[in-house]
């Protein structure tokens, strides 16, 4: 595969990746959550990973190509970041302890939450299903690579990026406020606020683009 396709893509898919949205909210979520660090952050990979073996064997461009499946993805991953966050806001409103207790939610929930997380979220729809086909060649000549496989390495380089600037984020906010447990239930707040709004906002844009 042209290695030029591969850094071009990856430029591309890392800008995004950085930019702060849903997965860093839950991201930061996961850090202040003790040990649902780790399954969260895996399950949020591992969405990434699913809607990657969804673009390669062709749900990608089914989807691409239906934009009314799309509105439904879109729609129902509002819904579930809606969810995110009013639970994270009710749990933030409770006795101090409750912060910084490690075991409030299970390991198990914290994955398939962070895989709801990802699997829903629109960034990660937009890089997998939009613009991976987009640096994938159909050539058949000799020793070429199989478009699926195009796909699924390019996918795979977008999933070990977030698995960089994810984990990042969570141990940042885990460590810089480890002794500050009351910064810890502002930032909590913050978090479930931001993927609250985030929520509103793509729920917001799907109406106005139905009328």
């Given at each position: 595969?042209?290695?030029?396709?591969?850094?071009?893509f990856w430029g591309?898919?890392?800008?995004?990746?950085?930019?702060?949205?849903?997965?860093?909210?839950?991201?930061?979520?996961?850090?202040?959550?003790?040990?649902?660090?780790?399954?969260?952050?895996?399950?949020?990979?591992?969405?990434?990973?699913?809607?990657v073996v969804a673009?390669?064997?062709?749900?990608?461009?089914?989807?691409?190509?239906?934009?009314?499946?799309?509105?439904?993805?879109?729609?129902?991953?509002?819904?579930?970041?809606?969810?995110?966050?009013?639970?994270?806001?009710?749990?933030?409103?409770?006795?101090?302890?409750?912060?910084?207790?490690?075991?409030?939610?299970?390991?198990?929930?914290?994955?398939?939450?962070?895989?709801?997380?990802?699997?829903?979220?629109?960034?990660?729809?937009?890089?997998?299903?939009?613009?991976?086909?987009?640096?994938?060649?159909?050539?058949?000549?000799?020793?070429?690579?199989?478009?699926?496989?195009?796909?699924?390495?390019?996918?795979?380089?977008f999933v070990a990026?977030?698995?960089?600037?994810?984990?990042?984020?969570?141990?940042?906010?885990?460590?810089?406020?480890?002794?500050?447990?009351?910064?810890?239930?502002?930032?909590?707040?913050?978090?479930?606020?931001?993927?609250?709004?985030?929520?509103?906002?793509?729920?917001?844009?799907?109406?106005?683009?139905?009328?």
């Open positions: 595969m042209d290695p030029a396709l591969i850094m071009g591309v898919a890392a800008l995004l990746v950085c930019t702060p949205g849903a997965d860093w909210a839950y991201a930061v979520t996961a850090g202040l959550g003790g040990r649902a660090l780790l399954p969260s952050i895996g399950g949020i990979l591992f969405g990434y990973l699913l809607v673009v390669a064997v062709g749900l990608g461009a089914l989807v691409a190509a239906n934009p009314v499946l799309l509105d439904v993805l879109t729609v129902g991953g509002a819904l579930y970041l809606l969810w995110i966050g009013i639970n994270g806001l009710v749990r933030s409103a409770g006795p101090l302890s409750a912060h910084t207790a490690d075991g409030s939610v299970s390991p198990f929930a914290s994955f398939l939450r962070g895989a709801g997380v990802s699997g829903f979220n629109p960034k990660g729809l937009l890089v997998l299903v939009a613009l991976v086909p987009q640096f994938t060649t159909t050539t058949t000549a000799h020793g070429a690579w199989a478009p699926a496989a195009q796909m699924l390495l390019l996918g795979g380089l990026t977030c698995a960089v600037v994810y984990l990042t984020v969570a141990v940042l906010a885990r460590r810089l406020l480890a002794a500050r447990p009351r910064g810890t239930i502002v930032l909590a707040r913050v978090s479930a606020i931001a993927m609250t709004l985030i929520g509103l906002g793509l729920l917001v844009e799907r109406v106005a683009q139905a009328f």
